[in-house]
């Protein structure tokens, strides 16, 4: 266990040493969310009466906050596990199979690497949310909203992390995350709130692991409950689905990596 | 658990066997490679070298027969195989954003050297491959030699038993490969350790190997020596370009009376003859063309390379027909793309 741990760490290491050397796409990759929050946060600013309705007093930019944070945490995590192709191209992922290093923690690492790099990326989508006017009711609840960030990242991760072992070429794995990304967003109480979908739609959304995070980022950020979900819920269900995704990548990643590429 | 007992070999195969569907790449291939030995495959792509290097470094699992590496069961127990070997890989694959060293601190983090050891080892790779006053920078600034150095230096950290190279010094100039040569002999008499390398090149096979196997269509043809390999085809090679003739075959059955010749390869009208006492076969050779009625168009007298070796063992040159082959494949492929 002790060696897992640090074998996980070891590919951290790396995978944070090769994102600090590329800072430009930090910027590139917060251009996306910003004109997601900036520009939509304004188109949508007359459906205040409509999100009043279920119980939400600010601006609709308030509201929707929480979900382009959680926008973020998706596509850069989703996105993040692209490397684990090039390494099995460029024999990285054969030096690193060939040492006594365990697989589990090859996947284990990069998917800590990857979620540590979205909350960073969250983290400068909340100053630009502050720095156009959303305010905070309590600045504390930065802690945990950064640490349900980093939670549900690690999870995200895991999906983009067993696509990149599954998907042999470029081509499937971005046919892939285009196929969940974008479907996982719009399917949760990130832009809309949850009671006002239709029946069917709510029930989509309902199993949809992103409308939990973005429910409890909303709650600790807003202070508003929505949804008609218990905070207990949303939590057990984070937690699950961090869990599910760590077994599930652990899994498929090693049985993956063991076939010839 | 290391075994107790010293071993003598370190690497084992027994009828070792890998196909991929219809394709077999490696075929019913035992042979063993001594503790300390340079021991090379030599072959044309496409051979099974880098298959069956890929077995011994635990990546591909045979489709029948057995290896041991350092004494341990690839199939059995790669845990321990992957903690006794080194594996440099045909491409360079060291991580161009950093630097020398951090690359051979993920290096020795990978294979588990002790924290209070990281640090000396790498100090003498560094030193050892001559890199000890770059290795600040980013290997994007290095050339492909140091490349290439870098990462021979990344399979060494761990003091592995047995050493992988796989086509050491392919693409690389021929004066950078002389000087990454004269590091494996380095690194081979610095750690006493087993090298097992493949490569295409003669040159290279002859250069650093104790012993050779030849490998052509997933089997070994011969293992040997290079010295052994080139005194058997005799001392001596006579190279003669003939004219057409009906006698042709007439002319190769009295070729094959003289006494010091030991071996006829005929390529339709080029005749290479192995042999001993050349002076002294010529004249005979020049005797029997007048009596046949053919005519001779150039002759020539040479010492044998491995490349004679490998013909005479493979009827084919090492870059041969089949490499061609592929490429005019490649070729109508990409024509197909573009159109």
């Known amino acids: ?261 | 658990m290391p075994k107790e007992i010293e071993l003598l070999s370190s690497i084992e195969t027994k009828s070792l066997t890998k196909s991929f569907g219809d394709l077999v790449a490696v075929n019913d291939v035992s042979f063993s490679v001594k503790k300390g030995e340079i021991f090379g495959f030599l072959g044309p792509n496409g051979a099974g070298k880098s298959t069956t290097m890929m077995i011994f470094t635990t990546l591909l699992k045979p489709t029948s027969g057995k290896a041991l590496i350092a004494g341990f069961d690839v199939m059995k127990d790669p845990k321990h195989v992957r903690e006794n070997i080194g594996f440099v890989q045909q491409e360079t694959t060291v991580d161009e954003y950093l630097t020398g060293r951090e690359n051979l601190l993920l290096q020795s983090k990978l294979n588990h050297i002790p924290k209070n050891e990281i640090n000396t080892r790498i100090d003498e790779v560094l030193e050892l491959i001559e890199l000890s006053d770059k290795q600040h920078q980013a290997v994007v600034t290095y050339s492909g030699g140091m490349r290439k150095r870098l990462d021979i230096a990344g399979g060494l950290l761990h003091h592995p038993k047995v050493l992988f190279l796989d086509e050491p010094t392919v693409g690389l100039d021929i004066q950078t490969r002389r000087k990454i040569w004269q590091y494996i002999k380095k690194i081979h008499t610095e750690f006493e350790m087993t090298i097992f390398l493949t490569t295409h090149y003669m040159e290279e096979a002859d250069n650093l190997c104790d012993r050779i196997g030849i490998i052509d269509g997933g089997k070994i043809q011969v293992i040997d020596s290079p010295e052994n390999m080139k005194n058997a085809l005799g001392n001596e090679i006579i190279s003669l370009v003939i004219e057409n003739s009906k006698n042709h075959d007439l002319f190769l059955a009295e070729l094959n009376k003289i006494e010091f010749i030991k071996k006829i390869n005929d390529e339709n009208l080029k005749l290479i003859l192995f042999t001993s006492n050349g002076t002294e076969v010529i004249p005979k050779i020049f005797q029997i063309s007048s009596d046949l009625g053919i005519k001779i168009v150039t002759l020539s007298l040479t010492q044998p390379t491995l490349d004679d070796v490998f013909i005479s063992y493979t009827g084919h040159e090492i870059r041969d027909d089949k490499s061609k082959f592929n490429r005019k494949i490649e070729h109508a492929k990409m024509k197909r793309l573009r159109a």
Request: net charge positive.
């Open chain 1, 1 to 261: 266990m002790n060696s897992i741990m640090y074998d996980t760490y070891t590919i951290f290491w790396r995978e944070l040493k090769r994102y600090k050397k590329s800072r430009s796409g930090v910027l590139i990759r917060l251009i996306q969310p910003a004109i997601w929050i900036i520009v939509v946060g304004n188109i949508f600013s007359e459906t205040q009466p409509l999100i009043q309705s279920v119980g939400f007093e600010g601006e609709y930019i308030e509201f929707m906050a929480p979900g382009v944070i959680i926008l973020t945490a998706i596509f850069t995590s989703i996105f993040g596990g692209v490397n684990t192709l090039w390494d099995r191209r460029y024999g990285f992922m054969n030096k690193a199979l060939t040492s006594p290093i365990s697989r589990s923690a090859i996947a284990l690492g990069k998917m800590s690497a990857i979620s540590l790099i979205a909350a960073l990326q969250a983290s400068l989508i909340i100053g630009i949310a502050l720095a156009i006017g959303v305010t905070f009711p309590n600045p504390l609840m930065i802690i945990p909203i950064m640490g349900i960030v980093i939670l549900f990242s690690l999870g995200f991760s895991g999906i983009s992390v067993t696509l990149a072992a599954t998907a042999k070429s470029q081509e499937t794995f971005w046919g892939m995350i285009n196929l969940l990304g974008m479907p996982l967003f719009m399917l949760s109480p990130a832009l809309f709130p949850l009671e006002l979908l239709p029946n069917w739609l709510a029930v989509i959304a309902k199993l949809n692991p992103v409308t939990y995070t973005v429910l409890l980022v909303r709650e600790l950020m807003t202070g508003v409950s929505e949804g008609g979900v218990p905070i207990w819920i949303s939590i057990a269900v984070l937690f699950g689905f961090v869990l599910a995704m760590v077994a599930v990548t652990s899994y498929v990643f090693t049985r993956e990596v063991n076939k010839p590429f």
